[in-house]
């Protein structure tokens, strides 16, 4: 009998995983600001794991990325405007800027991750996920994301992705952060935030949702189906001043794996008592 | 240090699995058919394990049950007719029957469960998920489903909820039984069954589309965020001959905990991937 390698990522109360067999170990570094831990697993392809945390897989990441992305530019889209700039903050790993790279309208693409070895790392095991991270759209900026808005000019972006690290992490997620992020963003700017899973990041979802309710005029929250993070739903924050989050679905002309013109409207449609919970 | 109880539930590849910590093993009983466990856990309370898959648990048990059971019952009423007679295979537990009792108007509820076990364990316990069994309205016959729906008179039945043992026992899903199924059911009828996750149960998912699509002239998917079941995502089929399944939502008068009008309709949009496979 052979020995067997297992990853389990445990939630907070350390009462629940989910638990990986692991093919190959391919790399673990502990860096300035977090571990990275990267994985060949049976089930999911390679994973990545930050601080324990899976991040992204091979077998699903297009859920997240492609919800992250094409719901704010399509939203623009149907608000009758083609978005030019995007900023992403986070998303070290290549991809939320592969989906956003798909659009030719779109003119330049920031990239302002904390934690240059993730870039290094993603650039090295994680293609083709990282790959456009060398596109010459995209300028990588290494330095924390709250001080790199607070230095941005008023109406620099169209649309700004919030991939932070992990949902645990509160400093990303406090109203100062969002104002600036509603200063940077332009007339007919979005702002989508991962937040977490309502099971077991509800405080999260709480919070996120009363910060975007002061912070911004129209805000709502979705979800999208990602099968390795916990609970395998996912929600995100949608917040805008001038741009409406449900879209004419039929007008959509992307269609991904995921994302299509439909789902973008069902994934605001909210269970009853998430729904009450946040009103 | 004192010792810990973790009970685990890996998918069919053994690759992969859902990680529970124990905080009391009430039972474990191997019966003619299955093994029945039930478990109390510190994150999701009770829950209930055939044959090692997680049937329900306290803690999110009411997604499950609430759209395998509203969904049909919501697509009669916007068709214009009240369901008066129910079936519901397998279900004995009792999660379906508390939610079908929840409608005045509905006269008759017959569940046919092979184990008689699980409903004596379930009402020994699972109080009160399992309570409504004894309810003056509900029949419970102890049968196999296959063979009793050979024995039902036609046009028996408004609506049939398939809420089987576990997906990877394909004996319920063949066309025969379907094709019983239909002959059982009124014409304003429909039949929901639980199917499984894309993500671990891809070819069962297909398999009973296609069988869907050759005995009901109306046959669709549709999921609902079940987060103690692998991938955290469960599909349901949804077959009628008359009774569409897209309904007047603001017309539905019932509100759930994560049943809506809302989500009834969103929860038959699918991503992009699932809909072409499935076409």
Redesign the interface.
């Known amino acids: 009998m052979s020995s067997e390698l297992w990853f ?1 990522e445990y ?1 907070k ?9 692991v093919r190959q170990y391919l790399f673990h570094e502990k860096t300035k600001y977090q571990t990275i831990d990267i994985f060949d ?4 392809g390679k994973v990545l794991v930050l601080d324990g945390m899976v991040m992204l897989t091979e077998k ?1 990441e297009f ?1 997240y990325h492609e919800m992250l992305v094409h719901v704010p530019i399509n939203s623009i889209l149907n608000h009758g405007k083609e978005p030019k700039r995007i900023l992403v903050i986070g998303g070290g790993d290549g991809g939320a800027v592969k989906e956003i790279i798909k659009y030719p309208f779109i003119e330049q693409i920031d990239l302002c991750e904390i934690d240059e070895k993730v870039v290094e790392y993603s650039l090295k095991y994680l293609n083709p996920i990282s790959s456009s991270l060398e596109d010459e759209k995209v300028k990588i900026i290494i330095e924390d994301g709250r001080e790199f808005i607070k230095k941005c000019n008023k109406n620099t972006y169209d649309v700004v992705c919030v991939d932070s690290t992990e949902p645990n992490n509160i400093s990303l997620f406090d109203i100062e952060f969002y104002k600036n992020i509603s200063k940077i963003l332009n007339q007919n700017g979005v702002v989508t935030v991962q937040v977490g ?1 309502y ?1 077991f990041h509800k405080n999260l979802l709480e919070e996120i949702n009363k910060i975007f309710k002061s912070v911004f005029s129209i805000n709502k929250l979705y ?1 999208a ?1 990602v ?1 390795s ?1 916990p ?3 996912w929600y995100f924050a949608y917040g805008s001043n001038s741009v409406g989050a449900i879209i004419s679905s039929e007008f959509v002309k992307t ?6 013109g ?2 973008h ?2 994934s605001f ?5 998430i ?1 009450e919970i946040l009103k």
């Open positions: 389990t939630n109360n350390k009462n629940f995983g989910m638990t990986f067999k697993t049976f089930e999911y699903d859920v899973s099971v979800s189906n099968s993070y609970s395998g739903v269609k991904e794996l995921y994302y299509n439909e789902i409207n069902a449609v909210l269970p009853t008592y729904k």
